[in-house]
């Protein structure tokens, strides 16, 4: 089985984590559409939206072992995307405001002959952010990457985490510990050599 393990993202949170995790790997990626069935449950989107992107890079390299993976943000049943401009992450970040939200991460990995997919689910709390706070943020650090509107490892975790219940890399775009154990299991790749 081959081991020419190969990240299909554009997320450099998503390579920091994995090369954190001690796994050799290339990065790979084309643009893929990430549209998912308007009527699909929120938190199943990522995994669709990770299996689709896994299907299409499969056709390119098919002789590596690919992971693919997307991450929403869902509050009260609504997805929170990229924001495209000052304005949209401002009224993202005010609806997050003193909410608990849900960050899901879709995983996909497959190879040659077999395909493993997952998600992860982290809820996080924030505080009451004050204006001054969201306009510093966004100003700063122009979170128009990601989605919600922010970047738990940035200066807005630090101020605005009230609390956060299951992974935390999850929340910054790849759920290692799952990642590793699927990786293990079903592909026999570990991160280290015995």
Known sequence: MTEN???CSHSPRRKQILKAANYKFEV???EVDESFPIE???TK???FIAV???KHHQKIFNNETIITADTTVVLEDEILGKPDHFEEAKSMLESLSG??????TGVCISNSSQQVSFSSTTEVSFKILSPGEIYFYIDTFKPFDKAGGY???EWIGMI?????KGCYYNVVGLPIQQLCQALKDKFSILPFNH
């Open 99 to 104: 909410q608990t939200h849900q960050v899901v």
């Open 45 to 47: 989107v990522a995994e």
């Open 52 to 54: 689709q992107k896994n």
């Open 160 to 164: 605005a985490v009230t609390s956060i």
């Open 28 to 30: 790979k990626s084309v």
């Open 151 to 153: 970047g738990i490892q």
């Open 40 to 42: 699909m449950s929120k």
């Open 5 to 7: 393990l190969t990240l």
